[in-house]
């Protein structure tokens, strides 16, 4: 996190730089004006060295600008965009070392093309003004950006969830429980847990966990499952165990204040995924269920029988393991809710690696497509439950995009969701079908695995006579209507 006088050192550094290059001077010519030498100089460019008064008029007469101009933290309207930009508390708190940008570079840029990165900027901030991207989306969305970039596998977090078990002598024998996860943040850390605080507040029902700092305990709401509480137990153990300071206390985090805090608390959730599910077994278990000729859906639901976790759990770990033990890295993962007249179905989580895949967070107020394996398996769930008393039930398909030559197989598990049982969610992980994932999922050539046609919104399909289409193509029509117009006028 860059602090103020960082800030101040960066901007006087970027107005030397942006006027040395304006009047054509070389480090060598400055230095003769002003009497600073080159080293000194390239240090003031890169914000590491502010000078003295003294130092600041020499430079001023030398650019030909007034010494107030100079250590102002305002400049001309041609730059002010990026003054702006460098003052702001985004830049402030955005890890730029963790993306592999160093700020040297970012000057640099500024400078040499100051017309087109305003006009950018200025593009981007106008953008997020209409559309109210806020910080905390603004951090959410650079979160899933340093996952894609390192295709969220972290060989150190891998590491400490092993040397934890290894350390505390943790034979790792499945599935863990949560009393027994409770028991190791007793007696190691000294913090107990208590299931009854979060439920003497009303207004904390939406709170799943809580630790107290003061009192050296964590609260858990009541009526959780265990493989629920398994997952929150274990991510405040890795919290714990890697020693991580700036954090959230809660689940989920009320406020996102900076990348770190949200950095660190996937840190410890990806932690807790490691240490329930590990990779080495995770990996295998999936190659013995791959190799199967047919869909089993029963696999998969052994798999949280196995490691005592949720369906989010298995697929949000997967996402780990299909990258860096099979190398699939062109994959999704998307969570959908869905309202209790099973009419309208909101995506509330989503990660794209290698790239951006076809069913996205789309929110412009449109309506999903109901073709998707993450609508019908909600659907399908409801008859489920009323014909069967089935609580959960797991699907796939092979979803062919419209208009492009994109084929995904997608899973998808769906339960009734933990916060109002008449309402449904589904989590699932799609894989681009590619001579790679045929020859890891050999039911991939099932002719019962179900294959549909579909696209990620009703306003946007041009799907003819779609028997799942709850909206008209809006989109496409009006796309067709500005294709008439040019048609009649280019006819005149």
């Not at 304006?22 to 080293?39: A, N």
């Not at 393991?321 to 099979?326: A, E, G, N, R, S």
Request: net charge positive.
């Amino acid at each position: 996190m860059l602090n103020d006088n960082q800030i101040i050192r960066l901007i006087f550094g970027f107005k030397v730089r942006y006027l040395r290059q304006q009047k054509d001077f070389s480090y060598q010519e400055l230095s003769k004006l002003t009497g600073l030498s080159t080293s000194y100089l390239n240090d003031i460019e890169k914000g590491k060295r502010y000078p003295k008064p003294d130092k600041i008029t020499a430079l001023a007469k030398a650019l030909e600008v007034d010494y107030n101009y100079m250590v102002a933290t305002n400049a001309s309207k041609k730059l002010q965009p990026i003054i702006d930009l460098l003052n702001s508390k985004l830049f402030r708190l955005f890890p730029l070392q963790d993306f592999g940008i160093s700020l040297e570079k970012v000057l640099e840029l500024f400078t040499q093309t100051p017309d087109k990165v305003n006009a950018f900027i200025s593009t981007m901030v106008k953008i997020a003004r209409n559309y109210q991207v806020g910080e905390q989306q603004f951090y959410k969305e650079a979160l899933r950006s340093y996952q894609d970039m390192h295709n969220n596998y972290f060989p150190a977090l891998e590491k400490a969830s092993k040397d934890f078990k290894k350390e505390f002598s943790i034979k790792g024998t499945l599935p863990f429980t949560a009393r027994f996860l409770e028991d190791q943040l007793l007696e190691l850390y000294d913090i107990t847990v208590n299931r009854t605080g979060l439920a003497e507040h009303t207004n904390l029902s939406h709170i799943r966990s809580y630790f107290s700092v003061k009192n050296k305990t964590f609260y858990l709401r009541k009526k959780l499952s265990e493989a629920q509480e398994n997952f929150l137990i274990a991510r405040e153990l890795g919290f714990q165990y890697l020693k991580i300071k700036e954090r959230p206390y809660e689940t989920t985090i009320i406020n996102i204040d900076s990348f770190e805090k949200l950095l660190n608390n996937y840190k410890a959730s990806h932690f807790a995924a490691a240490l329930l599910m590990d990779e080495t077994t995770l990996a295998k278990d999936i190659k013995k269920l791959a190799k199967e000729n047919t869909w089993k859906p029963d696999l998969f639901l052994d798999l949280l029988t196995k490691y005592n976790v949720t369906g989010e759990m298995l697929f949000q770990r997967l996402t780990n393991i299909l990258p860096h033990h099979f190398g699939l890295e062109d994959l999704f993962f998307i969570r959908l809710t869905g309202d209790k007249n099973l009419q309208t179905f909101n995506m509330t989580k989503d990660l794209h690696l290698s790239q951006l895949h076809n069913p996205y967070n789309n929110e412009l107020d449109e309506h999903y497509c109901n073709r998707w394996v993450s609508v019908t398996s909600i659907k399908e769930l409801r008859f489920a439950k009323k014909d069967k008393g089935q609580s959960i039930l797991a699907d796939a398909q092979i979803s062919k995009y419209w208009g492009t030559d994109k084929e995904y197989l997608c899973f998808s598990i769906a339960k009734p969701a933990f916060s109002d049982l008449e309402k449904g969610v589904s989590v699932t992980i799609g894989l681009l079908v590619n001579p790679q994932s045929k020859g890891i999922f050999h039911f991939l050539k099932d002719p019962k695995l179900k294959y549909r046609e579909v696209h990620t919104t009703c306003e946007r399909c041009g799907i003819r006579d779609c028997d799942a289409r709850v909206a008209s193509p809006l989109i496409i029509e009006q796309q067709a209507a500005k294709q008439e117009v040019i048609t009649t006028l280019e006819g005149l």
